[in-house]
């Protein structure tokens, strides 16, 4: 027998997560079957089995590869020197999911996933790690400020760093139910609110 490619098998992988995409779009998480999966998938029950073992697999993945563009944005921010801004930070971690929102709906499969998280251990727990991975990167940018004095030594990074994590929830929500925000409407509003803030402390 011919051996398969990793090739081969990382496309036949991406196949099945697009078909899930699909599916969880159309029909949200809870009214989705695995048998479903595999018939959009066009593909053997052994083949989606192989890779994702059960639906919370498919579904924690598919956030994960979106989300993980998060982290990935603000670390590669942090390589110019001086830093870039807060608000232009969130600017540009907010315009990449917009675009990936744009082209994979993430903002729906993301809320359902933390829907469900809310009453399976199981998946809150790797909710929960996805989540902290995108703090633990705003928790080294707002230490970054620190190092540059451009913040005082007593403003902690993790209390910053929850703020702007609690953002994305809210970024999804609005864009899904009301469709009057976008990346550009955070960073005005966000560097409307550090002018008031610096205007009080003046």
């Known amino acids: ?34 048998r479903e999966v595999i018939r959009e998938a066009g593909v053997s029950a052994g083949t989606v089995y192989r890779y994702f073992p059960k639906k919370e697999d498919l579904v924690i993945t598919i956030a994960q590869e979106n989300l993980s563009v998060v982290a990935d944005t603000i670390d590669s921010m942090m390589r110019r020197t001086p830093l870039p ?16 929102d744009d082209k994979t709906d993430i903002a729906r499969l993301a809320l359902q996933v933390w829907g469900e998280a809310a009453r399976s251990p199981e998946l809150a727990i790797r909710v929960q790690a996805q989540l902290s991975s995108i703090a633990d990167a705003f928790t080294r940018l707002i230490r970054g400020y620190r190092h540059e004095r451009r913040l005082p030594p007593s403003v902690s990074a993790e209390a910053v760093a929850a703020t702007m994590t609690a953002l994305l929830p809210g970024f999804f929500l609005q864009r899904l139910m009301l469709a009057n925000v976008s990346a550009q409407t955070l960073q005005r509003g966000l560097r409307a609110v550090l002018a008031i803030s610096l205007a009080d402390h003046t």
Do not use: N, W
């Not at 990793?6 to 009214?31: D, M, N, P, S, T």
């Not at 801004?85 to 990936?100: C, K, N, R, S, T």
């Open 1 to 34: 027998m011919p051996r398969v490619s990793e090739e081969y098998l990382e496309q036949r992988r991406r196949e099945v997560l697009a078909a899930a995409r699909v599916c969880f779009i159309r029909k949200g998480f809870h009214a989705t079957s695995m």
């Open 85 to 100: 801004p807060l608000d232009q930070v969130i600017g540009e971690v907010f315009a990449v999911l917009q675009d990936h």
